[in-house]
């Protein structure tokens, strides 16, 4: 059986040079880890010719400690020594403030397959921003634990659009988040400059 690698994996051992030169910041929680547990921030900080400069939390916070629903602050990371901005908090997305410190946002999130899951939304956010502002966006692909192969549920009316639900998707919508991502940007014309690291190994 072929071992499945995450776009993390592949990023640090195949497309590190997709980084040079840029001050990146991070969309990442605890489930953002390669193959041997080596959190997503250390990976890109032992990148040759990147820097590290910023970090966002989704819900939950990067630590994953906080409760459902439960809003974040700014807190502040003392091991990587770099601000971590909150996107569950006051505001569900990055202010231009938040980007001035980054030339490119890369986001990797481990969604669960379902469309009330606010980790879809919050990528869409930060496109949606990231485009306005030119930052280009690189989202690392996860697989999609539901195997991706079925849809189910009634799709979100967009009436009553909301953050667990912005968009019309079956509540069961067969992507993978880097799919999602590229899916939202063509069908709501959000103009991001979008790179997705694909998986390697993972299949249907």
Not at 52 to 71: C, I, K, R
């Amino acid at each position: 059986m072929t071992a499945v690698r995450a776009g993390l994996d592949v990023l640090r051992s195949r497309l590190p040079a997709l980084l040079a030169g840029r001050r990146v910041g991070l969309l990442a929680h605890p489930a953002s880890v390669a193959h041997d547990l080596t959190h997503a921030a250390d990976v890109v900080r032992g990148l040759r010719r990147v820097r590290l400069t910023a970090l966002f939390a989704p819900e939950h916070g990067l630590a994953g400690v906080a409760q459902d629903h439960a809003h974040i602050g700014a807190e502040y990371d003392h091991t990587r020594r770099l601000r971590v901005h909150s996107l569950y908090g006051k505001r569900l997305e990055p202010t231009r403030r938040m980007l001035r410190e980054i030339d490119t946002l890369v986001i990797d999130l481990q969604d669960v397959g379902s469309r009330y899951y606010t980790f879809a939304w919050t990528t869409v956010l930060a496109m949606r921003v990231c485009a306005h502002e030119g930052k280009p966006v690189i989202v690392l692909d996860r697989p999609n634990p539901l195997g991706g192969e079925h849809l189910e549920g009634n799709w979100a009316d967009p009436r009553f659009a909301s953050f667990v639900g912005l968009y019309p998707l079956p509540i069961r919508h067969g992507m993978t988040i880097a799919e999602l991502a590229a899916y939202h940007n063509q069908t709501q014309a959000l103009g991001c400059d979008l790179t997705v690291v694909p998986m390697t190994g993972w299949r249907r």
